[in-house]
């Protein structure tokens, strides 16, 4: 069975953060890549522009639909049975299934999902972004994400990747799993994860029954679940691989 893995939005991995020898945007996964590998799954790793193990960074920022296409040309090269995504890969995958992906029989495994974020309620200051000029209004969040909060996610990339960080984070797509069958669709959550909190998708579908049997939470587990929880993760993905390998 072939898997097409989508890493998440982790900074370490941004280029020029990496040695020589790194190329691998799972490389702090090693014992979640090992333990698939060694399970007989092949596995298709590639890097989202700006990461290491990438090619050209390119020009403009991406939003939704640049990774709808990323996703879509390795699945038509590629041909995978299922498609893995941990945090912002599984937003993409999401996104992809819902645009691209309705006809075929690809599964989907979400690992601590960046599908919905909680935000506090806005403040006077987003108020403002309706009275400063762009470029003032620009300059003033690059200092406040850089030099205030150190956003690491902003700080640290280069140009494309700060500005499409900023319309990553925008991205909300937990109301596309209504439109993707639920048997091609598994979801796993860490308990206290606080960056992806679980209970927002739970809540968003707690009235659908056949979209809440495919949350799975891990008691204990945090965001990093790949690391933390690895056993316990792997149990969950082979056990749905293998009751809808002929499905």
């Given at each position: 069975m072939k898997i097409l893995l989508l890493h998440g939005w982790?900074?370490?991995?941004?280029?020029?953060?990496?040695?020589a020898n790194e190329r691998n945007p799972w490389r702090n996964k090693a014992k979640f890549i090992d333990q698939l590998t060694e399970l007989g799954y092949e596995l298709l790793i590639p890097s989202f522009?700006?990461?290491?193990?990438?090619?050209?960074?390119?020009i403009k920022p991406w939003g939704e639909k640049e990774y709808v296409l990323f996703c879509e040309n390795i699945v038509r090269k590629e041909q995978p049975d299922a498609i893995l995504g941990n945090s912002f890969g599984g937003a993409v995958a999401v996104m992809?299934?819902?645009?691209?992906?309705?006809?075929?029989?690809?599964?989907?495994?979400?690992?601590?999902?960046?599908?919905?974020?909680?935000?506090?309620?806005?403040?006077?200051?987003?108020?403002?972004?309706?009275?400063?000029?762009?470029?003032?209004?620009?300059?003033?969040?690059?200092?406040?994400?850089?030099?205030?909060?150190?956003?690491?996610?902003?700080?640290?990339?280069?140009?494309?990747?700060?500005?499409t960080y900023l319309n990553i984070v925008k991205i909300k797509c937990g109301k596309y799993l209504e439109k993707i069958k639920p048997d091609?669709?598994?979801?796993?959550?860490?308990?206290?994860?606080?960056?992806?909190?679980?209970?927002?998708?739970?809540?968003?579908?707690?009235?659908?029954?056949?979209?809440?049997?495919?949350?799975?939470?891990?008691?204990?587990?945090?965001?990093?679940?790949?690391?933390?929880?690895?056993?316990?993760?792997?149990?969950?993905?082979?056990t749905y691989l293998d009751e809808t390998q002929n499905k």
């Open positions: 982790g900074y370490k991995n941004y280029k020029g953060q990496e040695n522009p700006g990461f290491i193990g990438s090619q050209d960074t390119p992809w299934k819902k645009e691209m992906g309705q006809k075929n029989d690809i599964k989907i495994i979400l690992v601590s999902p960046a599908l919905e974020r909680g935000y506090a309620k806005k403040s006077i200051s987003s108020r403002i972004t309706t009275i400063l000029p762009n470029f003032l209004l620009n300059f003033l969040r690059d200092i406040y994400l850089c030099y205030v909060i150190k956003n690491p996610y902003y700080k640290f990339g280069n140009n494309f990747l700060k500005k091609q669709t598994l979801i796993i959550f860490g308990e206290n994860d606080t960056a992806t909190p679980p209970s927002i998708i739970q809540s968003m579908f707690k009235n659908n029954i056949e979209i809440s049997e495919r949350i799975k939470i891990i008691k204990g587990g945090d965001h990093d679940i790949v690391n933390t929880h690895t056993e316990e993760l792997i149990g969950f993905i082979k």
